[in-house]
């Protein structure tokens, strides 16, 4: 078994589209980035690049590179989660927590969660998504970016170490 972790952070941007797990969110502002920017995806690459002590994102996908502009996340987990099946292992367990002031996300989670495990080709009961606010506190409640963290465990498929 392999454990990792993953953050990730964007600063909100307009006229840009809101994408958190995969899903379109209805909101008055998106989020800046080369890709589509859904925080929430990139801190699940980093948990499981972590994991697989293959760097992260910004390694496998350089916001240099005019091929990720504009990617949706959920491509770049694909490969993420291709490479992962490649090194011998899947994903046992993943739990993720997004801050942000706003937009509300409860009614979305059970829509992100799905996309998620669809993804990594796990059940829905193998993935949890949380989301909370900080009271106002720091760049998330001040409604200036929203954060996202990934924990991820691992599991040895016998293919390899």
């Not at 994991?51 to 502009?69: E, V």
């Not at 506190?137 to 040895?156: P, S």
């Amino acid at each position: 078994m392999r454990i990792g972790i993953g953050y990730d952070v964007h600063a909100f941007a307009e006229r840009r589209e809101l994408v958190l797990g995969g899903v379109k969110i209805p909101y008055r502002m998106g989020l800046s980035g080369h890709s589509d920017a859904d925080v929430l995806l990139h801190a699940i690459c980093d948990a499981i690049l972590g994991a697989l002590a293959q760097g992260d994102i910004g390694k496998h996908f350089p916001n240099n590179d005019a091929k990720y502009k504009g990617i949706s996340s959920t491509k770049l987990l694909s490969e993420v989660v291709s490479l992962m099946g490649q090194e011998g292992y899947s994903v046992m367990n993943l739990d993720c927590i997004v801050i942000a002031q706003e937009p509300k996300l409860a009614p979305f989670i059970d829509s992100m969660v799905r996309n998620i495990s669809e993804i990594l080709g796990v059940s829905d009961r193998c993935v949890n998504v949380k989301a909370t606010t900080t009271e106002f506190l720091g760049f998330e409640g001040r409604k200036e970016g929203i954060a996202a963290y990934a924990a991820v465990l691992l599991t040895d498929n016998g293919q390899k170490e």
